[in-house]
């Protein structure tokens, strides 16, 4: 299944990177849900959805990699 990363909404346009680091333009009308920088976006049969379990598992993993990066030795 094809997952994407929201980067930026530029107005009626939500810029995605794919998983090969390639950036894609979708249209803001074909994705279901809140979209929001950072969000995961699933391919469906009709555009795009906000998928909010992988979302939550992508930034659990993202705060567990900067869990002690700034604090005091």
């Given at each position: ?35 929001k920088e950072g969000k995961v ?17 992508r930034e659990e993993y993202i ?11």
């Amino acid at each position: 299944m094809e997952k994407l990363i929201i980067d930026r909404v530029e107005r009626n346009i939500v810029v995605c990177e794919k998983d090969d680091g390639d950036m894609v333009n979708i249209d803001i009308s074909i994705i279901e849900g809140n979209v929001k920088e950072g969000k995961v976006l699933t391919k469906t049969l009709n555009g795009f959805k906000v998928d909010e379990e992988s979302t939550k598992s992508r930034e659990e993993y993202i705060n567990g990699l900067m869990e002690g990066m700034w604090e005091d030795e």
